[in-house]
């Protein structure tokens, strides 16, 4: 992934951040030592913004689209009241085998539901309300997604897209995945039913709330 901004920024940014715990450390590094793509994982500044958000927004019930080894999904997790869940989808048994064992590790473990299997056929089995959505799997399947989801958030609710800058390809889109990243941002920045800012954190964040 290309960084987006100047020399240095990416770290100051990291180094006024609150820390992420031991346990998400170390899920980074061993993401990062045994899976391919490891740089798919949100990392700390925007796992810590995810928190956030589903703290002061009040999110009690969360769908992840998208868990690779479970970094997103256990940022946010820490953010939801003890009874609160969130969802997470993917179809990828090797990732989901180490996001298991870490959330097992986690007094916030428990509050995660996985879902193995394709994420479009996952969500038809769902039903609302939602109070945030978290979308970070396939890109040419973003629009699809954000249209399944779309219907099963609450009214100010929240849907947070990552990678919408996809390092700066949407400037000039020219591959498949870059067409379809600049196809729905289009989308999104027209639909009336939402309120949205695009956020030029890490690779792009797309902030949504549904009216
Ligand atoms: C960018 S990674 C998610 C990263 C994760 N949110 C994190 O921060 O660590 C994308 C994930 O989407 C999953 N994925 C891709 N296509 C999918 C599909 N059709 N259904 C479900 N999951 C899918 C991949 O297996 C991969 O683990």
Do not use: C
């Not at 391919?36 to 009690?60: C, Y």
């Not at 820490?78 to 869940?85: A, K």
């Not at 949407?170 to 989308?187: G, Y």
Request: negative net charge.
């Amino acid at each position: 992934m290309r960084i987006l901004t100047e020399p240095g920024i990416d770290e100051y940014a990291l180094a006024k951040t609150s820390d992420h715990d031991e346990l998400l450390s170390s899920l980074m590094k061993e993401t990062h030592a045994t899976m391919d793509s490891p740089n798919m994982l949100t990392g700390p500044v925007e796992g810590r913004l995810l928190k956030l958000l589903v703290q002061i927004s009040g999110a009690r019930r969360i769908l992840e689209i998208g868990t690779f080894t479970g970094y997103s999904a256990l940022s946010m997790a820490e953010g939801l009241p003890e009874d609160g869940e969130l969802i997470t989808l993917d179809l990828n048994p090797v990732s989901l085998e180490l996001a298991r064992r870490y959330f097992a590790r986690s007094s916030h473990g428990k509050k995660i539901k996985i879902i193995e299997g394709p994420a479009l056929d996952s969500i038809k089995e769902l039903s609302g309300p939602l109070d945030l959505v978290f979308i970070d799997a396939d890109k040419g399947n973003y629009l699809n997604y954000y249209e399944a989801v779309l219907p099963l958030l609450k009214s100010g609710g929240i849907i947070l897209v990552d990678n919408v800058l996809w390092s700066g390809a949407v400037l000039e889109p020219k591959a498949k995945s870059d067409i379809a990243i600049d196809e729905f941002n289009q989308h999104v920045a027209k639909d009336e039913r939402v309120e949205k800012v695009l956020l030029t954190v890490r690779d792009g964040v797309y902030l949504i709330r549904k009216h």
